[in-house]
């Protein structure tokens, strides 16, 4: 019955369906956060209401990096003491974010009860979003492979560096083989030019290629840029503080083309409970 009724409101809703990109990559430190708070903000900024969920739960830093003040985390959710929609704090141009907690072991090591609170929080979410970016932990922990398995689109974040290489390809192969992932978006980041962000795109899809049943497609080529670093010690995204910068500029055009991937008419392949409740959630908002 509850299927039927999510069928029929897709159905009445497709061109208002939420979009859901992970944004992962196996290895710390290769920029991950940078490129989704990014991509988040230059999406805001074309008009369209993002949200972000900082899934790297026991080391957050979403909010860090834009200076908010958060005085409540998904700790508090699943404790019960708050709401999803109550820990929300806006961001630059609106964006919503989700924050997470920092120093906290207990969130990196949930039990299934409370993924299974998280799930509900979702469901229960009041907020109207086109987007849900999701920046995911480092490695390749169950949560990681979870959220990017309930995506749309994953984008993996590989620098040029050979253990940057190495875990993207552990991370593929395991949401190939174990998980039935096929399509990968790759984003080459903190390269010197556009034939390097190839050269490293090549490197990972020679591998997949010999060895997986994969997909691979470099959507983005992100150079390094000391204004990164400038625009993170001021506490601002690049594509705000220095818009016409290399990196703005390659995030802007990556932003661009998320803002056009298609969503699918109805979950399939990956999308678990929580998104699909999101969709359900919305369309019913918007018939209202």
Avoid at 66 to 80: F, P
Avoid at 137 to 147: E, K, R
Wanted: aromatic share 4%; glycine share 6%.
């Amino acid at each position: 019955m509850i299927e039927d009724q999510a069928s029929s409101l897709r159905r009445m809703n497709q061109s208002r369906l939420i979009k859901v990109i992970a944004v992962t990559g196996g290895k710390g430190g290769v920029g991950k956060t940078n490129v989704t708070l990014n991509t988040a903000i230059s999406m805001a900024q074309q008009g369209k209401r993002v949200m972000v969920l900082d899934a790297d739960l026991g080391l957050a830093n979403v909010d860090v990096l834009l200076g908010l003040r958060v005085v409540k985390n998904l700790s508090h959710v699943l404790s019960g003491e708050c709401t999803l929609d109550e820990v929300l704090v806006e961001g630059p141009y609106g964006i919503k974010i989700a924050p997470a907690t920092s120093g906290s072991q207990s969130m990196t090591e949930l039990t299934p009860t409370e993924h299974a609170g998280l799930i509900r929080a979702f469901s229960e979410l009041r907020s109207q979003i086109d987007v849900l970016i999701v920046d995911t932990a480092a490695g390749i922990s169950d949560m990681v492979l979870s959220f990017s398995r309930a995506a749309q689109d994953i984008l993996v974040v590989v620098c040029d560096e050979p253990t940057s290489l190495t875990d993207a390809y552990a991370l593929i192969k395991i949401l190939n083989k174990e998980h039935g992932v096929f399509r990968f978006k790759i984003v080459a980041n903190m390269v010197r030019n556009m034939r390097e962000g190839q050269e490293l795109f090549n490197k990972l899809t020679k591998v997949t290629n010999r060895f997986l049943d994969v997909a691979l497609e470099l959507v983005a080529t992100i150079p390094f840029d000391e204004n990164i670093r400038k625009s993170v010690r001021k506490q601002k995204a690049i594509v705000e503080a220095y818009p016409t910068s290399p990196a703005a500029i390659a995030i802007n055009k990556l932003a661009q083309q998320a803002a056009s991937w298609p969503v699918p008419s109805q979950p399939g392949g990956h999308l678990e409970f929580f998104l699909e409740q999101l969709i359900v959630k919305k369309a019913v908002g918007d018939i209202r």
